[in-house]
């Protein structure tokens, strides 16, 4: 049984720092791409970033670029998201999510093209 949990959401002031871990189990994952979606109360889930199954390409929404970062680590079957400089804005739950395709040429960005997802956690980013 495939398992994603999501750690390390909270509470943290604008200009704070953040990082999410995604413990992933039930198969392996070296092989999917890893991604992380967020939806804010009241909006629709987003993209937020995902990496290649490779770990050598990851890409991210344009409000995030140069403020979170994405990793993974295969032999551990973990994926996290650094997150810096955190604004109000970014407050959402935050979900790791596995591509259903194996070894997928590039990325996608659609939560349609992901067929496993964690439980979220929250992050909430006060002014």
């Known amino acids: 049984q495939v398992q994603l949990v999501e750690s390390g959401g909270g509470l943290v002031q604008a200009g704070g720092s953040l990082r999410l871990s995604c413990a992933a189990s039930?198969?392996?994952?070296?092989?999917?791409?890893m991604g992380w979606f967020r939806q804010a109360p009241g909006k629709e889930r987003e993209f937020v970033a995902a990496?290649?199954?490779?770990?050598?390409?990851?890409t991210y929404v344009d409000s995030v670029k140069g403020r979170f970062t994405i990793s993974r680590d295969n032999a551990k079957n973990m994926v996290y998201l650094q997150m810096n400089r955190l604004k109000p804005e970014d407050t959402a739950v935050y979900y790791c999510?596995?591509?259903?395709?194996?070894?997928?040429?590039?990325?996608?960005?659609?939560?349609?093209?992901?067929?496993?997802w964690g439980q979220g956690t929250q992050v909430t980013v006060s002014s």
């Open positions: 999510a596995v591509d259903r395709v194996s070894l997928r040429v590039g990325i996608s960005r659609r939560d349609l093209d992901y067929d496993y």
């Open positions: 039930g198969r392996t994952f070296s092989s999917y791409a």
């Open positions: 990496i290649k199954w490779n770990a050598g390409y990851s």
